[in-house]
């Protein structure tokens, strides 16, 4: 049964000072699929994000993944484990070249990255590994530039290639479209797309569009608990997500502007 | 190719310079130019202002001129105790130093190197204000006798060379990368899974281990050991030399230290000895407003705008 779920969580709760923020969520990410959790603001999307990399400890309950109890581990060993974060803000090393920030990544593993006698030569033997990393996220061809001369989403797609760097099993992505125009969008959403292969995704997204064309399984919380689960088409018919996402009263006007939308973003697209 | 052709020159230079210029004026720069050097490893490649220095260079050379003094062993093996010394010293005040960030590494630097001034004051065996004066220079692996300008000259070149390529290389290796993305962004290389504070601890031991390697050949060269050396005014001239030069760039430090101590030993002579620190208040104004890279730093901007 958990063999199917990388990440489960049992009845997490997390309490500030009397205010439930997690009320008792069991979330079930199952193994290979793309799994968005959304919901309007203040439903505890980011919460439950932190309390999974143990950004925050959960007040009760229990956090499996691959069945092994992770609740009492530390981020940084969570992360050794195979479950790497994104962050809302690009992260990547603006003055190095868009290899090196890469290689930095790979070298981890190399255990020689307290070797101060030795040339920076001998990580030339990660290169051909990092720019396959590039390759997957299309950067290839800027391999040598410096990183801070690149748009916005070649950035974030960069970051996405130095977190495939440590291969990890399972990317937590905290809202990876955040704050860029349509056309990144569409790249950075095609790119999660395509790194998705054998990989487990949990991801918060504000936009709608990017969960309706990626996720295969969407969680929508609403004051900390779980309203609905389901994929988009399931999720966007129940009446209760279009409250509380809409309200009830603008229902129609706001539905207006959402095909409104949503035909302007296909144009952008194709 | 060109940056080799750019070395062979330098070196050819520096080989030939003590024929035409007064062996101990460049000493003094070469022994400054390591200090700024080391003092560059942490500024301009870890991004960490440590406003301490003077105590590692003034450690190295107490220790070295008291064990010249008192002991007579040979130059070399008094060189290597300093050195020593000072990367025990920065090693603890590494320590504490690297749980903090920004103004407050700046601060707690400060205030240890302080700890160290007063000590080197106190101490029964450094002299007080005199310091350790007429410190012998010694016989090189017991055999070569340095009281000769010219032979000190070329020993003193050896080590300032050597220091040199220690930062050459500790800037260009696996280490040094890690320190890059440490300046560069701190928190992501957190989340890469690198413990940064372990790094930056190891560049500080490095960099201290090198201004003491600066603080005992300065006292071999000059026979003196004082207090001025530990001041928080050598902290702060290391600053402008690495300031004015270029931070983070490899000649940055050598080019600032050249024309820092050119200008002190030709115009406190002068006329002009009365306006020197009014004139290097000028100068660290000016390249902070209006040459932010230095003078190596605006000199590679300028070639790569005109030449690439």
Redesign the interface.
Known sequence: MSADYVLETRNLVKEFKGFTAVDDVNLKVKRGTIHALIGPNGAGKTTVFNLLTKFLTPTTGTILYNGEDITSMKS?AI??KGI??S?QIS??????TVL?NV???L??N?G?????????K??DKLNDRALELLDEVGLRSFANAITVDLPYGSKRALEIA?TLA?DPEMLLLDEPTQGMGHEDVGVVADLIKKVSANRTILMVEHNLHVVAKLADQITVLQRGAILTEGDYETVSQDPRVREAYMGVEADDEVAQAHAAANAAEKETVE | MKINKLYVFLLALALVAPTVVYPVFLMKVLCFALFACAFNLLLGFVGLLSFGHAAFLGTGGYVTGYLMLQTGISPELGILAGTACAAVLGGIYGKLAVKREGIYFAMVTLALAQLAFFFYLQAPWTGGEDGLQGVPRGKLLGMIDLSDNMTMYYFVLAIFLFGFWMVH??V???????L??IR??E???V????NVN??KW?AFV?SAALAGLAGSTKTLVFQLASLTDVHWHMSGEVVLMTLLGGMGTIFGPLVGAGVVVTIQNYMSGGELGNYIHIIMGVIFIVCVLAFRSGIVGEFQKLVKKNFN
């Open positions: 940084a992360a050794r790497v974060r962050f992260a990547v090393f603006p003055h190095l090196e290689r930095i990544a070298q981890r190399e020689n990255s307290f070797h101060f006698w030795k040339s920076e001998v990580l130095t440590l | 290389r500790t260009h290796s696996p280490f040094g990368q890690i890059k993305a560069e962004n928190p992501r290389a989340s890469l899974g690198y372990d790094y190891a490095i």
